[in-house]
């Protein structure tokens, strides 16, 4: 199962990441589909190659997987190594500069509220 999950980073890196975190949080869904540590993993391989900028279809991908329930719980744990946890606050910096007009981008409306649900999920509120 993880090298199935390389190969899907992989997948995410040439241009395929809004089909390749769709499919991702339709199996997170089904809670029987994948365990928390393998959350974790595909997780972490993720935020090694993600870097902003970001375009918008990533983004509100990345957004919605981060979001599912499961993900969220998964990324919580103390299992979730001190490495990830640094980039995912990093990104989650960004993603708050982002949502706060400060990088000379203009956001619509759902871009914003999406942005800050997510902040205020890992406790990154304003």
């Not at 981008?105 to 990154?124: C, H, N, R, T």
């Amino acid at each position: 199962k993880e090298q199935s999950l390389r190969l899907l980073i992989f997948v995410c890196v040439r241009g395929e990441a809004p089909a390749v975190l769709g499919r991702m949080i339709h199996l997170l869904k089904d809670s029987s589909s994948l365990d928390a540590s393998l959350v974790r993993y595909f997780v972490s391989g993720l935020l090694e190659v993600a870097t902003p900028p970001f375009s918008f279809p990533f983004t509100r991908s990345f957004i919605a997987l981060l979001k599912t329930p499961l993900c969220a719980d998964a990324i919580r744990t103390t299992y979730f190594d001190e490495a990830s946890k640094k980039r995912l606050n990093s990104i989650l910096k960004y993603l708050k500069t982002l949502a706060g007009g400060k990088l000379g981008q203009e956001l619509v409306s759902e871009d914003v509220s999406l942005i800050k649900s997510l902040l205020a999920l890992y406790g990154f509120e304003d």
